[in-house]
């Protein structure tokens, strides 16, 4: 903080425009302030009228930031307002997305594969190979696309380098379609019902009104259900170019249905829950490819287990069901990943791994990183079709 | 608020430090600024950075009774606010019908029959100044009973569908703490002020180890205080805390040592590395620990 420019700093200054301004700058910046915040601040100027730059900091700060994430972008403004510094303005910060219109992604009509190359507008994932063998897809030229389940039962067995992104959409709805019977643990809330074991005196009490206080009807409650927590993490590295975004639309599936943690890593570990939640999939998909920084990079995939271990959503791996999907190409140690997948193995409720190259006929994990992880791991599935996506869909909702 | 409990936030943080509680600037402005604003205050911070101390030497500094919620999976308004004591409505509807009474619903659902919990029993306190009522661990509780408590942390009230609404006369010092085990929803939060407490600066570890192992030496305290630093640096799965520095500082002075020595260090080591993996890590590194933090000393 630079020394105290102002004397008794805000002298005179109406407080409301003050706060009404700083709020409107923060919301600027992606920082999300409402009013009882802004009212917070005039009141907290009022109880304590700030001496120096810090005192008005924090002040600020502890009425505007409402999460550790937004603190950063907060520091920004706050150091651009009252620092006398002018921070340089970040060219990605959260440029406003207009959502496509007509949200209805299972409806939406599917192009039908034309014979050159299609543009960069697709997944920019992907640089989309140019579609020759058109036999192999439902598709014909200039047909009305017809949404019956044998168009998506025929598509879910097209590898994914074959597929174009709207194909691919449509897959992922009914991934999420196939997300129904997902495993669960009893938790410790109760529910009354009549399959219940225990009394629930409360209720019984309740319903003994109507009985002239005559405890007649035993209502009885029993511990409710809850999903288990699902844990993606996807690799998205070079070697995983063709399976990124089919995998997106898995996450997407499963952070909407299973409310599952995904995260996405090639160098680094980037969580992509909130990206991936949004209504329409292309937004989604769009969103979390933004997001991801080092796409297409090299692996780390040991250091990104680590990270995700050592972060604060660690937590949210114990008795979590965790699916990694990657083929085992990793830069790093594979002591290191055998070490970070104990680790995780410990925390976890189970552990999947699915790799795309596992359905190839003669396979074996013989890659030094596939080889470290396997003994940690439930299951290794293969993930090349969205068949095989379903498949270990199905496979994770028979774990109890 | 009418009558202010305390000054400014020089005053807090001199009154916090007379019950042996070592506050930063910004920490000292969050507890002042939910006192005079009399809104509630959520602390977030790694675990072990004191979040929890907080909220109790916040109660001893201004002499007023701690009320502790400890959260949990399935918490219902039955263990956090209030629940009816269904066993004595149940002895006194006997008792009125062997003396042959009618019995309305308004003799049953009375004050008599009224069990408090910990939050009611905050809005319900009868005091000079309102008690600090310590929501530990709201993370660990699930998104269901967030939403019970927005009633109070808004409006300091509680209503009880059969009896009425009870309005705090002073608005209770409410602190939440949450390890970011799992998001809050926005509505919490957004009734809260906030603060994240960061791990304390060496310099701020030391006059903390200073005032809360009154037994250890000078020396022994700094290089303890430089060790945590440096083991925080690596990759650890639960990296120590103040609380886990203490209780090692402690651990060395209780075993008279006077300076960190590796001895020393191997033998109370259980009191920095919580997990069988730390505990490899940290005695594989040790050598660059203590020799780095004796040569600091030196």
């Known amino acids: 903080m630079p020394a105290d420019r102002r004397a008794g700093l805000l002298p005179g200054v109406d407080r409301a425009a003050l706060a009404v301004a700083l709020a409107d700058r923060l919301r600027r910046r992606g920082v999300p302030v409402g009013f ?17 730059v810090s005192d008005l900091y924090w002040t600020a700060r502890i009425t505007f930031v409402r999460r550790h994430t937004e603190l950063e972008a907060f520091d920004a403004v706050f150091a651009a307002v009252f620092g006398g510094v002018v921070t340089a303005l970040d060219p990605n910060a959260r440029r406003r997305r207009v959502p496509e219109p007509g949200g209805d992604d299972a409806f939406a009509p599917v192009p039908a594969p034309s014979a050159e190359v299609e543009g960069g507008g697709g997944l920019p994932w992907v640089t989309l190979p140019p579609v020759t063998a058109e036999a192999e897809t439902a598709f014909t030229a200039q047909a009305v696309p017809e949404r019956l389940p044998s168009d998506v039962e025929g598509l879910a067995d097209v590898p994914f380098e074959q597929l174009d992104e709207r194909a691919a959409e449509v897959l992922g709805e009914w991934l999420r379609a196939a997300v129904a019977a997902w495993p669960t643990r009893r938790s410790r809330r109760t529910a009354t019902g009549p399959r ?23 209502v009885r409650e029993r511990p409710v259900d809850k999903p288990r927590r699902v844990v993606m993490l996807c690799d998205v590295s070079q070697s995983m170019q063709a399976q990124a975004a089919a995998y997106l639309h898995m ?14 890593f090639a160098t680094s570990l980037t969580r992509l829950t909130p990206a991936l939640t949004h209504r329409s999939a292309a937004v989604a998909v769009e969103q979390a490819t933004e997001k991801v920084a080092d796409r297409f990079g090299g692996t780390r995939i040991a250091a990104n287990v680590h990270a995700l271990l050592a972060s604060h959503h660690g937590a949210k791996l114990r008795g979590a069901i965790v699916i990694i999907g990657s083929d085992g190409w990793d830069s ?12 995780l193995r410990r925390r976890a409720h189970r552990v999947i791994w699915m790799n795309p190259r596992a359905s190839a006929p003669g396979f074996e994990p013989t890659v030094a990183g596939m080889a470290a992880a396997l003994p940690y791991c439930d299951r290794l599935l293969p993930a ?5 996506l379903r498949q270990v869909i199905d496979e994770v909702s028979r774990i109890r | 608020m009418g009558d202010r409990v305390v000054g400014d936030t020089a005053d807090i943080r001199r009154r916090l430090d007379e019950v042996g509680y070592l506050v930063d600037e910004g920490t000292a402005s969050a507890l002042f600024l939910a006192l005079s604003l009399g809104r509630p205050l959520l602390l977030e911070g790694e675990p072990g950075v004191g979040k929890t101390t907080a909220a109790k030497a916040l109660a001893r500094a201004l002499d007023t009774p701690l009320i502790r919620l400890q959260c949990y999976e399935g918490l219902t308004v039955g263990e956090a606010l209030y629940e009816w004591n269904h066993q004595r409505q149940l002895l006194a509807i006997r008792l009125a019908e062997s003396r042959q009474d009618r019995l309305r619903d308004a003799d049953l659902f009375t004050a008599e029959f009224l069990q408090e919990r910990p939050i009611l029993r905050a809005v319900r306190h009868d005091g000079p100044v309102p008690p600090v009522l310590l929501i530990d661990e709201i993370d660990r509780a699930d998104d269901e009973f967030e939403a019970l408590l ?5 409006e300091s009230a509680i209503t009880i569908p059969e009896l009425g609404t009870f309005t705090a006369k002073r608005p209770p010092i409410v602190v939440l703490t949450s390890n970011r085990s799992r998001d809050l929803h926005d509505a919490l939060r957004r009734r809260c002020l906030y603060h994240w407490i960061d791990f304390p600066s060496p310099e701020r570890t030391v006059e903390i180890l200073r005032r809360s192992v009154p037994a250890a030496n000078e020396p022994l305290i700094r290089s303890a205080a430089e060790f945590v630093g440096r083991v925080r640096g690596y990759d650890l799965d639960k990296a120590p805390g103040m609380a886990e520095a203490i209780d090692w500082v402690s651990a060395l002075s209780a075993l008279g040592a006077t300076e960190l020595v590796r001895e020393d260090v ?27 933090a004796r040569g600091a000393t030196a």
């Open chain 1, 332 to 343: 790093d140690d594979p002591e290191s990943l055998a070490a970070g997948m104990a680790r």
């Open chain 1, 36 to 52: 009882t915040a802004t009212e917070d601040f005039v009141r907290g100027l009022e109880v304590s009228p700030p001496d120096s």
């Open chain 1, 384 to 388: 090349d079709t969205f068949r095989s």
């Open chain 2, 266 to 292: 191997v033998r109370t080591l259980s009191a920095v590395a919580k997990t069988p993996d730390d505990r490899e890590t940290i005695t594989g590194a040790l050598d660059q620990l203590v020799g780095g």
């Open chain 2, 150 to 154: 927005f009633e109070f942390l808004g």
């Open chain 1, 251 to 264: 996450m997407r599936a499963l952070a909407l249905v299973a409310g599952a943690e995904v995260f996405a």
């Open chain 1, 196 to 218: 219940g074991r225990r009394v629930s005196v409360r209720a019984t009490a309740e319903r003994s009104r109507r009985t002239g206080w005559e405890p007649f009807h035993l």
